[in-house]
């Protein structure tokens, strides 16, 4: 009886442990193929790298002033520093406001200033000689620029409207018929290193200006 006892307890532990040993290797199984599962998953995810940001680009820095030369029919004509943005009715305010004789019908006070022009503003006495000049009335205006006082009309430049090459800017000395940007550029470097022109015949002492040029804008010019 014993002897049947011992023989089955053999073999129920056989049993007990040969399952015990494949229930091991199954979980042993299952964890290697989990770990090669998660390998190929990470082997396939893309790898993102960081683009460098760009560095911000510095905005152009904006002039907080402009310089004004203001003149004609105002109580004190000078050079003025007004901020960037200002219109004619402030450059007219900083030289202490119109003149009596003023023709504040001729004067657009709303307009922006830029920096480096001449505003001149014109008598009500100007701007009658011009509208007769021009056939029309009205036609003075107030000169940007050119340090002048213009006329609307198509006449012939009289002695208020003609520019002076002393004091006109780059722009202006381009409005003369035959005055490109490099002849412009020397007329201003002439009259820098000499002390400005005295009659309008020394223009032709600029160089590249000639008989020919200077009867074309005789009649356009002054001193």
């Not at 002897?3 to 049993?15: A, I, Q, T």
């Not at 000078?78 to 200002?86: D, I, K, Q």
């Not at 001449?118 to 003075?140: F, M, N, V, W, Y």
């Not at 006329?151 to 409005?175: F, V």
Request: aromatic share 6%; charged share 25%; glycine share 10%.
């Amino acid at each position: 009886m014993r002897k049947v006892w011992f023989v089955f307890s053999f073999c129920l532990y056989c049993l007990i442990f040969s399952g015990c040993a494949e229930g091991s290797a199954g979980s042993e199984i299952v964890l290697a193929a989990d770990v090669t599962e998660k390998e190929e998953i990470s082997e396939k995810e893309p790898v993102v790298s960081e683009q460098p940001q760009a560095a911000p680009q510095e905005e152009p820095a904006v002039p907080e002033t402009v310089v004004i030369h203001v003149c004609g029919a105002v109580r004190n004509e000078g050079v003025y520093t007004l901020p960037a943005g200002c219109r004619v009715y402030e450059a007219v305010s900083a030289a202490g406001g119109f003149s009596e004789d003023a023709d504040t019908a001729a004067v657009n006070q709303a307009q922006i200033l830029t920096d480096g022009i001449r505003l001149r503003i014109p008598t009500q006495e100007e701007s009658s000689a011009l509208a007769e000049g021009a056939g029309s009335a009205g036609a003075g205006t107030a000169y940007i620029d050119g340090g002048t006082v213009s006329t609307s009309g198509d006449s012939a430049a009289s002695a208020s409207d003609r520019i002076n090459i002393n004091t006109a800017d780059e722009k202006t000395l381009c409005r003369l018929n035959g005055v490109g940007p490099g002849t412009a550029a020397k007329i201003i470097a002439y009259r820098e290193q000499n002390g400005g022109f005295k009659v309008i015949e020394d223009i032709m002492k600029v160089p590249g200006i000639k008989e020919k040029i200077f009867s074309k804008i005789k009649d356009d010019i002054t001193v």
